[in-house]
Nanobody, 113 residues
């Protein structure tokens, strides 16, 4: 079993930056061996995949965040980081991380124009 906790959300103005964290606890081997995904869900919309980072290898990004968001992981801290730059109001959503169908409760990001 693994538990996920997201943090780092908040309110920023358009063009600003935030860094989200997703920290896993419990079975560390699950974190070390598997891909971690970030999703987001905007009000009234379906949850969508933002970025993924495998256990070893390069992160992959949705087109709408490529070149603005950067995903990294620190296996020693069982934490994945999502650096979000040049935010727009369209990035307003609750952001969730996912690991083998385990979900955190999300962290809210609000971007004002």
């Amino acid at each position: 079993q693994v538990q996920l906790v997201e943090s780092g959300g908040g309110e920023v103005q358009a063009g600003g930056s935030l860094k989200l964290s997703c920290t896993a606890s419990g079975n560390r081997a699950i974190f070390h061996m598997n891909i971690v995904d970030w999703y987001r869900q905007a009000p009234g919309k379906e949850r969508e995949l933002v970025a993924s980072i495998p256990a070893g290898g390069s992160a992959r990004y949705a087109d709408f965040v490529r070149h603005r968001f950067t995903l990294s992981r620190d296996n020693s801290k069982t934490t994945v980081y999502l650096q979000m730059n040049n935010l727009t109001p369209e990035d307003t959503a609750v952001y969730y991380c996912n690991l083998l169908n385990h979900w955190g409760r999300g962290t809210r990001v609000t971007v004002s124009s």
